[in-house]
């Protein structure tokens, strides 16, 4: 079962086309990683999802649901970290996710889980201000995951951390479907991280849906196309660079 699906999904800026008719397939339960060069069109999808911005053309369903059905509905499903958390720095991380559970009329024993999870329950005291990156990094994740939505969407979720924050939040974000029963969407550039973290992958460039499936498919299909099949990081690099020189052949931008 998918949780969500979108259907010839395209967002267009005046002649600029970030999405292009895209078919996701998001199995529920499962953790599906998003690729792409910078400006691929990852962000607008996760935005498009959102709320944020309305698609050109097409249509998604998250849990069966679409946008036509109102947003609350979906959001209400929906745990998110999306480029860099904004938050008030005079108030601490505390009293921040205070205002996101107050918004989201959760208990407020959901404060006290969303920090453990995210270790930051001997900072709660402190003003966001003093945080460092990778501190409001965490706190971002927590804000995501309060209340435990079914979905989470991730974008770059380990920036700012060092080595020993980016194994615990792989750590924690890989228990998670188990854990509490959630599909996680994320994305980010540390393609050696979600190659130990992902079930499936879509890997889009130019807004274009070059690949979606298993991370074996994806081996698979490498390996038969001539890539590099046994890195993450070279397969997608190769599949990039092949359809970069077949666009610019075909006299795309």
């Avoid at 945080?131 to 965490?138: A, P, T």
Wanted: some cysteine; overall charge neutral.
């Amino acid at each position: 079962m998918n949780i969500i699906e979108t259907k010839q999904l395209t967002k267009s800026y005046g002649n600029f086309t970030a999405v292009s008719d895209m078919n996701l397939h998001i199995p529920k339960g499962h953790i599906y990683g998003f690729l792409g060069p910078n400006g691929a069109g990852k962000s607008t999808t996760m935005k498009m999802f959102l709320g944020l911005t309305s698609p050109t053309f097409g249509y998604f369903t998250i849990d069966g649901k679409t946008l036509s059905s109102g947003r609350i509905p979906i959001l209400k499903k929906i745990g998110s970290l999306i480029e860099a958390p904004a938050f008030y720095g005079n108030l601490t991380g505390e009293e921040n996710l205070d205002i996101i559970r107050r918004i989201l009329r959760l208990p407020k024993s959901s404060i006290g889980e969303a920090l453990e999870l995210t270790g930051l329950m001997e900072h709660r005291k402190r003003q966001v201000k003093k945080y460092s990156l990778g501190m409001k990094q965490r706190l971002g994740l927590a804000g995501a995951l309060i209340g435990r939505p079914p979905i989470l969407i991730l974008d770059e979720p380990t920036n700012g951390l060092d080595p020993v924050g980016i194994h615990e939040i792989r750590t924690l974000i890989r228990s998670l479907p188990e854990q509490y029963d959630c599909t996680v969407l994320v994305s980010s550039h540390l393609l050696s991280e979600i190659e130990l973290l992902a079930d499936d992958v879509g890997i889009l460039n130019h807004g274009h849906l070059l690949f979606e499936g298993t991370m074996e498919a994806l081996r698979d299909y490498a390996f038969h196309a001539g890539y590099p099949a046994d890195n993450l990081e070279e397969t997608f690099l190769a599949m990039i660079q092949t359809d970069n020189a077949a666009r610019k052949r075909g006299g795309f931008q």
